[in-house]
């Protein structure tokens, strides 16, 4: 493994109530709550109905069921750009997983556990290598702004940051840099 940025992580938990939509719940939460780099930490409930795009399939799966909520995991960004991946439990214990694409609603609640990396900045920039929109990792740096790493796998180089290993931010959280191998 090979670690790139590492931040501290506070944890937000939300409960979800029938009727809400999964995806967007936490969307707007990030939103409103101003956080810049999420990742989903834990998620159990059940949904009512969803839209999911199955591995490297282009049409969607459009489910109206009782499903419950097997695992949801995926990163958040600060302009809502976000990668959801959900895998749910039909009724008769066979399992779908895949993208959450439209609507995951939530059937009787959804209790969902946020990681906030305070000292990250997450974006998705369109990479040639793969055609997609992918992580970008920005460092908040003490002075403002973030500086974005361009890293791929393989890579040999030193990180492109100029500060000190650790920094304190005022809430005492702490960044780690490391070099690439």
């Not at 834990?42 to 795009?53: I, K, Y």
């Not at 974005?148 to 780690?176: K, Q």
Request: with cysteine; glycine share 8%.
């Amino acid at each position: 493994a090979r670690i790139v940025f590492a931040s501290s992580v506070t944890a937000h938990a939300l409960r979800l109530e029938p009727g809400d939509d999964l995806r967007v719940s936490l969307i707007q939460y990030c939103a409103q709550a101003n956080l810049s780099a999420t990742t989903v930490l834990s998620c159990v409930g059940s949904l009512s109905e969803m839209r999911l795009r199955l591995a490297g399939a282009d049409a969607f799966l459009d489910l109206e069921e009782s499903l419950e909520i097997v695992s949801l995991v995926g990163t958040i960004c600060a302009d809502a750009d976000h990668h959801l991946h959900c895998a749910v439990a039909r009724a008769d214990g066979s399992v779908l997983g895949g993208h959450i694409k439209g609507p995951a609603i939530v059937a009787t609640t959804a209790e969902v556990v946020l990681g906030e990396m305070g000292d990250l900045d997450f974006s998705r920039e369109l990479d040639d290598a793969t055609g997609y929109q992918e992580l970008q990792i920005g460092l908040h740096r003490l002075r403002g702004g973030a500086e974005r790493l361009r890293w791929r796998p393989g890579a040999r180089r030193s990180l492109p940051y100029d500060g000190p290993t650790v920094l304190s931010t005022s809430s005492e959280r702490r960044v780690h840099t490391s070099t690439v191998h």
